[in-house]
């Protein structure tokens, strides 16, 4: 059977599966987000993509068949399809991250305690000149935690950004905010920006992100509206925190309304993080409500979350776009 919406949640509601890694191809460990450090590979069926986790514990097991991959639950088939290589990070995007470490301690997020390296502009450059040169490479993007200060990477976001025009692709850039980072990488060349809010619940916001206040990643977004424009401006809004399905409503209306594409991320938690975190992975049932609620209300205000070049709503990985998916 192949992908559909419902099945695509119930893989993201469930996230991982069991597989032999000699099944999968050239991996990547991903240094930054929620995701980091554990070994994921991208399952494609139809017009539909899915990231999952690989993890013997898992419901669900991947197994070849007739050249295909089937995925199996309590021995049925659950969906086929096919094993998409990766470029850096994603299939067609050379994804990189500039630092993989953080000085805030966000719980959801195992970056701070990874400690890991801080990539020079060279090393990241050659990792996108190979990238390139697999001849599949639709855009590139950019992230990183926060080594010393948001103001040191978006001047290194900004150094890069320059150097990678060449490339004549789409250049996405999400890092923390600063007061004039828009500006700045809007200048140097970048096309889209994400700055995530994590969750517009302000109790959840002040248990779980240890980094500045909300109401400052709130400006930001507004002014980065003003400067790259409709439908270049994104952020992540995490679900399963403990936050009611009317609150997501409400203020994912708010972050629309002001031009911003909230993209809906189902939470997870790294072992790095086990008990730092009460949280509810969400169902397929409320994955699937949430994606139909955003794409009424982005189709409201005009917004069109198929329209992205880069990062994580043409990715489509780890969440249902409601423009792509549904
Ligand atoms: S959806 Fe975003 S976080 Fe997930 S694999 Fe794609 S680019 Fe990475």
């Known amino acids: 059977m192949e992908m559909n919406a419902a099945i695509k949640a119930e893989l993201i509601s469930i996230g991982a599966v069991d597989i032999d890694p000699l099944l999968l191809g050239r991996l990547t460990i991903p240094t930054a987000g929620p995701g980091a450090g554990g070994k994921a590979f991208f399952f494609r069926s139809g017009r539909h993509r899915v990231r999952l986790i690989v993890d013997e514990g898992s419901p669900l097991r991947a197994v070849k068949d007739n050249g295909e991959i089937v995925i199996l639950k309590g021995g049925k088939e659950l969906v086929r399809g096919t094993i998409e290589e990766e470029l850096i990070h994603c299939p067609e995007q050379a994804y990189i991250t500039m630092s993989e470490r953080c000085i805030y301690d966000c719980k959801f997020c195992p970056v701070p305690k990874l400690k890991g390296k801080v990539k020079s502009t060279e090393e990241l450059l050659a990792l996108v000149k190979e990238a390139h040169s697999l001849g599949r490479m639709k855009g590139i993007s950019i992230t990183s935690g926060v080594e010393i200060s948001p103001e040191k990477e978006v001047e290194r976001a900004v150094e890069l950004v320059k150097k990678l025009k060449k490339y004549n692709v789409p250049i996405g850039v999400s890092v923390y905010p600063t007061k004039d980072s828009s500006r700045l990488l809007k200048e140097a060349g970048a096309t889209e920006i994400k700055y995530n809010v994590e969750t517009m619940d302000r109790?959840?916001?002040?248990?779980?992100?240890?980094?500045?206040?909300?109401?400052?990643?709130?400006?930001?977004?507004?002014?980065?509206?003003?400067?790259?424009?409709?439908?270049?401006?994104?952020?992540n809004f995490i679900v399963g925190l403990g936050e009611a399905d009317e609150t997501v409503e409400k203020y994912y209306e708010e972050l629309a309304e002001m031009g911003v594409i909230p993209i809906i991320r189902a939470v997870g938690v790294h072992p790095l993080r086990f008990g730092e975190l009460d949280v509810e992975r969400p169902t397929k049932e409320r994955l699937l409500k949430l994606a139909k609620m955003a794409k009424k209300i982005l189709d409201k205000y005009g917004l069109d979350a198929g329209a992205a070049k880069t990062m994580c709503l043409p990715c489509t990985g780890c969440d249902l776009n409601p423009h792509i998916d549904l």
């Open 203 to 235: 109790e959840i916001y002040d248990k779980y992100c240890k980094k500045p206040p909300l109401d400052f990643t709130l400006e930001c977004l507004k002014d980065a509206v003003k400067i790259f424009g409709k439908n270049h401006v994104y952020t």
